[in-house]
């Protein structure tokens, strides 16, 4: 799809990478321009997750691109990124605003050497604004933006995602901020910048319960135990069996009756879901303990009550339909060896995008990008020698 687009890669950690990745699993020629120690995401690893070394937060944001390591505070190394942006369609970055400036690569300096460039700034809280300094990270920006708020019992301390779902989404919002300004360009010729923000995607991620209060005022209180959410009416949520957890949505006070009987489900009507919310949560916890989750799976079934299992990581994988939809892939990485990753999330014609490479070693494609730029072998060498770029890079050793 995008055969011919040529990206520029200047970000680490999580919310650039991640965008970077979506526009390279379509076949843009992404090139990850990196330190010669490597980008941050290669020395760290949640979980402590390395394999032979490898890190697997890198592997899992940055495959299908290559990696150009360069060190940008020589003169020669930015003549090098200014021959590239010349013939480049995007850059990406997710530095801290004013970096990019300092280098010598803002928005302004790079759109009057190539107008047709799309430049993607990925930030914590935006460009310009009180919050400049603050750091920009998921767990920040789940706690300020409100999310934090939302789930959870009530008296218990915030409860954050266990996930990092702003970084994820900010990365789907950049890419299609690209994606929109490569479009538009086909018309005009000519270039944009494109901003997203973790602040801005973690309100957009609450844009049903945030618009209800900013209309109607405060959500309801969070409910104990704690219910899925703090606008739907009840039942809402996971629920205990006598032997586990099943999850119940949207369902209707009728249907309440015909699963779990007469008594007390009987006296409510579908209003008294939403004025009564937590009576009738109550009445569901209780109700829900007389069977187990296989049992209940089955009534539920009979009565047509939205129902789901609540699964821990060893069933998802598991999953038949995660199985038949092709989300988790095997790639074969030349240092790690076999690797369990997600696989691009769209289906193009019944297929998701092949993953034409492993995520790249430090300065692998270092030569091979300069030779495409039109330096020979002597003045590469001459580049390696003054330690501008780095080639191949050894495999990183274990963290500590």
Not at 27 to 43: C, L
């Amino acid at each position: 799809m995008f055969n011919g687009v040529k990206v520029l890669s200047f970000t680490h950690f999580l919310q650039g990478p991640a965008a970077v990745q979506m526009l390279a699993d379509l076949g843009a020629d992404v090139i990850k321009i990196e330190p010669p120690k490597g980008a941050f995401e290669r020395h760290w690893a949640g979980f402590d997750s390395f394999i032979e070394g490898v890190s697997v937060f890198f592997m899992l944001g940055n495959r299908n691109q290559r990696s150009l390591s360069i060190d940008l505070r020589t003169d020669a190394a930015k003549e090098i990124v200014l021959r590239m942006v010349r013939e480049a369609d995007v850059l990406i970055e997710n530095y801290r605003p004013g970096v990019m400036k300092r280098l010598g690569f803002d928005y302004e300096t790079l759109k009057a050497i190539n107008p047709r460039l799309i430049y993607c700034s990925c930030t914590g809280y935006g460009s310009d604004g009180p919050y400049l300094e603050r750091p920009g990270q998921d767990l920040l920006l789940q706690c300020m933006s409100g999310l934090a708020m939302l789930s959870g019992e009530d008296g218990a301390p915030p409860t954050p995602v266990g996930s990092a779902i702003v970084d994820q989404h900010a990365a789907m919002l950049a890419a299609f901020g690209v994606v929109a300004a490569m479009y538009e360009r086909e018309k005009t010729g000519k270039g944009k910048l494109i901003e997203s923000n973790l602040l801005n995607a973690a309100l957009d991620l609450q844009i049903e319960p945030l618009t209800y209060y900013l209309n109607k005022g405060p959500l309801w209180k969070r409910s104990s135990p704690g219910m899925g959410s703090r606008f739907h009416p009840a039942p809402y949520g996971a629920y205990r069996t006598s032997d586990g957890w099943i999850a119940i949505s949207l369902t209707s006070a009728d249907k309440l009756v015909k699963a779990f009987g007469a008594e007390p489900f009987a006296r409510y009507t579908d209003r008294d879901q939403i004025d009564k919310r937590d009576e009738v949560h109550q009445a569901v916890c209780a109700a829900m303990l007389r069977r187990t989750t296989a049992e209940w799976e089955a009534v539920f079934k009979e009565c047509d009550v939205w129902n789901a299992p609540v699964n821990d990581y060893d069933a998802v994988e598991r999953d038949p339909q995660v199985a038949f939809n092709g989300m988790i892939m095997d790639v074969e990485h030349p240092v790690a060896g076999d690797v369990k990753l997600l696989s691009h999330p769209v289906r193009y014609d019944g297929k998701a995008p092949e993953v034409t490479r492993a995520p790249p070693r430090v300065g692998e494609h270092s030569r091979e990008v300069l030779a495409e730029l039109g330096y020979g072998p002597a003045e590469i060498d001459a580049l390696v020698n003054a330690k501008v770029i780095k080639p191949m890079a050894e495999p990183l050793a274990r963290a500590a």
